[in-house]
């Protein structure tokens, strides 16, 4: 009874790891850490091993990720074995053959008994490694290899699942391209039909109200109409910002320069809402060559989300500082103020998202579009009461931005 059960283990065994090597290489690939997950719990079944832990690199190895039960390890941990495998060993680790005391150490606190290297492009990036076999359940050499094709099978998946995502990610850009593109061919059409009517509507609107001056209610009425055609007027112009293509007119410019013209302008905004204002400028900012009027648009629009945010008073600071290494000038506006929730954080650039009434939702659809155009890059950063707009900006020109 007892060798009729280990038999059909064995068989079990061979039968379940084929069928999970056929699984990882049949497998679409969309969510791989889904796939890395299933890897560890069919190892487990397949072998009655409790104990597989599926280790891999990442980042220059400063990283280590775990699927599988001994999520604590550490390099740390496991510095001998990798140094072992760095030497370009790709058998499996059996801890009966191994002579390495440092290695047998290790192996011995984490309670492994087998590792198979994991390597991409003789890069070691991976570790597979399983405990003890239950009583009885011993692996044989057939399953080894089963599993050393296994940990193969896994780096050509991630490697596989890497391409892919760069894929989708370069086509989700794409996508995104062509839609702000062609919103900006409809802008541009729909703002002029709709600019010269919006004028005439306005105007007629003013003589009314002049006509009317001594009915209060149709007064009333007539300035909800004026502050919508206002509105309306702000989106039809905020689309022309948006959709003007760029033209070649660029200029040299002190980027601090640009900061403090904007602040001439939003400066009584500010004081109205009881913001205070600091600038944190260094000394030797270079001169840049760009065109004025998109960089204007930037700082313009993040200023004014700022004071915008901090209805209740508040302090914004501005800080520009010039890296030579990487060759950016580095802006970043800090406004205290409410948080941006992680939902609205995803939004925020998005053309006509606002959670303002008489917002176009189009400022920072523009400040992305313009950063775009002038090779720089964005991030934000919303915690503890406090929201930081990053903005970088080459000092020179052919400088590529990822
Ligand atoms: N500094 C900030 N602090 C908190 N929320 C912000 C900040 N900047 C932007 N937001 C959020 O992002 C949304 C989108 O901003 P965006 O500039 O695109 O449009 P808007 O400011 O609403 O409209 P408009 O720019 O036409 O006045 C804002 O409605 C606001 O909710
Ligand atoms: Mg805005």
Known sequence: MMRKLSFKMITDTEYLLNELSHQISTDLLIDLSLLLENIVESIKKATAIKNVNLILFKEGRTQVVIHGENTFITRKDIINTVKYFDKGEIAVLDRHEVTDASIINEMKRLEMFFIFP????????????????????????????????IANQISSAMAKAELLQEKLQMERKMY??????????LSTSVAHEVKN??????????????????????????????????????????LLVFAKPQMDCKSTVKINDVINKVLVVLRHEAKMNNVNIYLNIQNDLPIITVDEGSLNEVFFNLIHNAIQAMSEGGKLTISMSYDQQDDYITTVFENTGPEISDEDMGKIFEPFYTTKQMGTGLGLAIVKKKLEELRGMIKVKSENSSTKFTVKIPSSEGVLVG
């Open 118 to 149: 994991i390597f991409e492009e003789r890069k070691l990036t991976g570790l597979l490694t399983l405990g003890k076999s239950r009583r009885g359940m011993r692996l044989r050499a057939e399953n080894l290899e089963q599993l050393m094709l």
């Open 176 to 185: 995104e391209n062509e839609k702000l593109s062609s919103l900006g061919r």
């Open 197 to 238: 009517p919006l004028s005439s509507i306005k105007a007629i609107v003013q003589v009314l109200k002049e006509d009317s001056i001594n009915e209060s209610k149709t007064q009333k009425s007539l300035s909800i109409i004026v502050e919508e055609i206002d509105r309306l007027t702000k989106v039809v112009n905020q």
